[in-house]
């Protein structure tokens, strides 16, 4: 080391500017001191996000497998057979929403002469994707259907691609009450990504009836016989979380499943209602303990 | 000192402000909505099931007022004249005040994905906002004002 630069280290700041070092080195220790707290906790809260949104995504549900025909015609055949036993079995217990039943005076809404019950959903909604596994079972004590097919909530919704049959495009056959299910839009965005592919269309008198008991909009929408109106799902659709159509359908039979205590329950529960527009017809389905359970949750609602 | 840029005030009272109409906006969601378990009709997100969830009151106080008043106490303490102020509680309770506001809305992301497991669009917007804040009173509010 030169005598000059040891001179020089030696003096310091003394040695420099009298102005110009001081505040140089003032910025420079105070932006060690004071930037590193600040930014310390900003790449927390940034990591903290990222560790939650990467966890959250990760754990979305995957793409579904749908069924071939014959898989989609077995999975139809069992949910709209669901034995009585494990009806029966279930009963209304825990039934998490039921109908709101309507006015007395209220007139009836009948189509061909026969009580009706209308259905509004569409396919991406999660919830409609609940409810339709339950009204399907309730409607099927009381008829047919037609063209029934599989399909899937919305794949970036809440309770993503959750699997469930679909209205659209089916028929419904009943000597005792009419049915009308309306998929509104399908669970394919559009391509801006700003809404749902529309799919079936409410008729005047549908969309009339809709919008007089669920001004909000909200579906699934359900309409028995304008003598009880249900605004949203019986029950949560967490509990068909990750399940394929298969399951969901084997899982009905099984009075003890997660899946059959939701769903069944609620299935009696709309049977039950749907019993007081047939006037109790079919004996055997309206006297059934299950619907009667459900009839005793109708009324203590 | 690391030097406060002259938009700071401005741009922290700004945010603060829209954090103010968009939390009364949630608040009066709050009291509005009571349907559950339903899809708005356009689908895609879900703000009635987050503004109607168990998480969206602590303690009996819906987390929309939360955030209002967290928002007109910002607000405040994010005035310019507040960043010009040497006293160093307005300085330590900007801080903390941040510091709180985020801490909430870690929890409450937290809840809407694992939880509710809803994303209210709104609520996201006010999140937004929160971490803009944090992030301007963590990167220029730990010293005294240079003066």
Redesign the interface.
Same mark, same amino acid.
Request: hydrophobic share 45%; charged share 15%.
């Given at each position: 080391m030169t005598s000059r630069t040891a001179q020089k280290k030696k003096a310091g700041p003394a040695g420099r500017h009298p102005k110009a070092k001081p505040k140089a080195r003032k910025r420079k220790g105070t932006q060690r001191r004071g930037r590193s707290p600040g930014l310390y906790a900003i790449g927390a809260v940034v990591a903290i996000v990222a560790v939650m949104v990467g966890y959250g995504v990760f754990n979305r549900a995957k793409t579904p497998d749908t069924p071939n025909a014959t898989g989609a015609s077995a999975v139809i055949d069992d949910v709209t057979s669901v034995p009585a036993s494990a009806l029966n079995a279930v009963g209304a217990d825990g039934v998490e929403t039921v109908p709101t039943a309507l006015p007395p005076s209220t007139a009836a809404y009948e189509v061909d002469g026969k009580p009706a019950i209308l259905y509004v959903g569409a396919e991406y909604c999660p919830y409609c994707a609940a409810e339709r596994w339950a009204l399907t079972i309730a409607l099927s004590r009381f008829g047919s259907f037609d063209g029934l097919g599989l399909t899937t909530s919305s794949s970036t919704d809440i309770y993503p691609s959750t699997r469930t049959l679909s209205f659209h495009g089916s028929t419904f056959h009943s000597d005792l009450i009419a049915f009308d299910g309306v998929e509104t839009a399908t669970n394919e965005l559009n391509a801006a990504g700003t809404s749902y592919q529309p799919l079936d269309t409410l008729t005047p008198e549908q969309q009339q009836l809709f919008q007089a008991y669920n001004s909000s909009g909200s579906i699934p929408f359900l309409l028995i016989g304008n003598r009880y109106v249900l605004s949203g799902s019986s029950f949560l659709p967490d509990v068909l979380q990750g399940k394929s159509w298969q399951e969901i359908a084997s899982a009905l039979q099984d009075p003890t499943s997660d899946v059959a205590k939701e769903v069944l329950a609620s299935a009696n529960v709309m049977t039950a209602a749907i019993c007081e527009l047939t006037d109790g017809e079919p004996a055997n389905v309206c006297t059934s303990p299950g619907v009667q359970q459900g009839a005793n949750a109708l009324a203590n609602a | 000192?690391?030097e406060r840029p002259s938009w700071l005030g401005a741009a922290t009272l700004v945010l603060a402000l829209a954090g103010v109409g968009v939390s009364a906006y949630l608040t009066y969601a709050h009291y509005a909505?009571s349907?559950?378990?339903?899809?708005?009709?356009?689908?895609?997100?879900?703000c009635? #099931?987050v503004t109607t969830s168990a998480q969206s009151a602590v303690a009996g106080i819906p987390v929309a007022v939360l955030g209002l008043v967290w928002f007109v106490a910002t607000a405040a303490l994010v005035s310019p004249p507040a960043w010009r102020s040497r006293a160093p509680w307005v300085r330590w309770t900007r801080l903390a005040d941040v510091?709180v506001g985020?801490a909430m809305v870690?929890w409450l992301?937290?809840a809407e994905?694992?939880v509710i #497991?809803?994303?209210c669009l709104w609520c996201t917007v006010v999140h937004v906002i929160v971490?803009a804040l944090?992030?301007l009173?963590?990167?220029y509010?730990?010293?005294e004002t240079e003066g």
């Amino acid at each position: 080391m030169t005598s000059r630069t040891a001179q020089k280290k030696k003096a310091g700041p003394a040695g420099r500017h009298p102005k110009a070092k001081p505040k140089a080195r003032k910025r420079k220790g105070t932006q060690r001191r004071g930037r590193s707290p600040g930014l310390y906790a900003i790449g927390a809260v940034v990591a903290i996000v990222a560790v939650m949104v990467g966890y959250g995504v990760f754990n979305r549900a995957k793409t579904p497998d749908t069924p071939n025909a014959t898989g989609a015609s077995a999975v139809i055949d069992d949910v709209t057979s669901v034995p009585a036993s494990a009806l029966n079995a279930v009963g209304a217990d825990g039934v998490e929403t039921v109908p709101t039943a309507l006015p007395p005076s209220t007139a009836a809404y009948e189509v061909d002469g026969k009580p009706a019950i209308l259905y509004v959903g569409a396919e991406y909604c999660p919830y409609c994707a609940a409810e339709r596994w339950a009204l399907t079972i309730a409607l099927s004590r009381f008829g047919s259907f037609d063209g029934l097919g599989l399909t899937t909530s919305s794949s970036t919704d809440i309770y993503p691609s959750t699997r469930t049959l679909s209205f659209h495009g089916s028929t419904f056959h009943s000597d005792l009450i009419a049915f009308d299910g309306v998929e509104t839009a399908t669970n394919e965005l559009n391509a801006a990504g700003t809404s749902y592919q529309p799919l079936d269309t409410l008729t005047p008198e549908q969309q009339q009836l809709f919008q007089a008991y669920n001004s909000s909009g909200s579906i699934p929408f359900l309409l028995i016989g304008n003598r009880y109106v249900l605004s949203g799902s019986s029950f949560l659709p967490d509990v068909l979380q990750g399940k394929s159509w298969q399951e969901i359908a084997s899982a009905l039979q099984d009075p003890t499943s997660d899946v059959a205590k939701e769903v069944l329950a609620s299935a009696n529960v709309m049977t039950a209602a749907i019993c007081e527009l047939t006037d109790g017809e079919p004996a055997n389905v309206c006297t059934s303990p299950g619907v009667q359970q459900g009839a005793n949750a109708l009324a203590n609602a | 000192m690391r030097e406060r840029p002259s938009w700071l005030g401005a741009a922290t009272l700004v945010l603060a402000l829209a954090g103010v109409g968009v939390s009364a906006y949630l608040t009066y969601a709050h009291y509005a909505s009571s349907t559950i378990l339903a899809c708005s009709g356009s689908g895609l997100v879900d703000c009635e #099931r987050v503004t109607t969830s168990a998480q969206s009151a602590v303690a009996g106080i819906p987390v929309a007022v939360l955030g209002l008043v967290w928002f007109v106490a910002t607000a405040a303490l994010v005035s310019p004249p507040a960043w010009r102020s040497r006293a160093p509680w307005v300085r330590w309770t900007r801080l903390a005040d941040v510091g709180v506001g985020m801490a909430m809305v870690l929890w409450l992301i937290y809840a809407e994905l694992f939880v509710i #497991r809803a994303i209210c669009l709104w609520c996201t917007v006010v999140h937004v906002i929160v971490f803009a804040l944090f992030v301007l009173v963590m990167l220029y509010g730990w010293e005294e004002t240079e003066g």
